[in-house]
């Protein structure tokens, strides 16, 4: 099962701040839910809780909550709590790509473990604050291809460039 990696990080590394987006970009958002739609999606907590209650769990996809604590109550999805574990529920549902949807921890447990294939990371052109961040990693490591490099726009504040990295 190929194991891919979706984010939308600001030239900063930031990608949220009091748990939302700092940002709305509508085709990069079309972007995700296109990736993601049927897959199963792996996330943290407070990214879960992040979603508005009304797309909470993302519909049309399995939703996997990593937490630490295993009295939390996230259903209708899944809940787990180690990254493994949730692998291995979309591994067993004969899966054959899922995708860490973060956050930021997430995200790093996640490099941190060298489970990840392909990342798909939508540069966003901007510096806002945030709280929120994308872990560093080794661009060595990595293949980039660009897929779409798209100007900011009256519904877009800020231009965005989505990348495909796939593991050398």
């Known amino acids: 099962m190929k194991i891919s990696l979706i984010a939308a ?12 987006l700092v940002w709305s970009l509508p ?3 079309s972007f995700f839910k ?7 999606v792996i996330m943290g907590r407070r990214n879960y809780e992040s979603i508005p ?3 909470r769990p993302l519909p049309g996809r399995p939703n996997i909550v990593l937490s630490r604590n295993a009295d939390y109550d996230a259903s209708p999805a899944d809940l787990v709590t180690s990254l ?3 692998i291995e529920i979309a591994r067993k549902a004969g899966e054959t790509e899922c995708f860490i949807i973060g956050g930021g921890q997430v995200y790093k447990m996640a490099l941190d473990a060298g489970v990840i294939d392909t ?16 872990p560093e990693f080794d661009p060595s490591e990595w293949t980039m291809n660009v897929i ?8 877009h504040a800020f231009s965005f460039t989505i990348c495909q990295y796939d593991r050398k």
Not at 34 to 40: D, F, K, L
């Open 9 to 20: 990080v600001a030239d900063n590394g930031v990608i949220g701040k009091d748990n939302d």
């Open 34 to 40: 296109a990736s993601t739609r049927g897959r199963y």
């Open 119 to 134: 990342m798909f990371i939508s540069h966003v052109h901007g510096e806002p604050e945030g709280d929120a961040f994308f």
């Open 148 to 155: 779409d490099d798209h100007p900011s726009d009256e519904r």
């Open 53 to 55: 209650h009304k797309y």
């Open 84 to 86: 493994e574990e949730a």
């Open 27 to 29: 085709d990069d958002m």
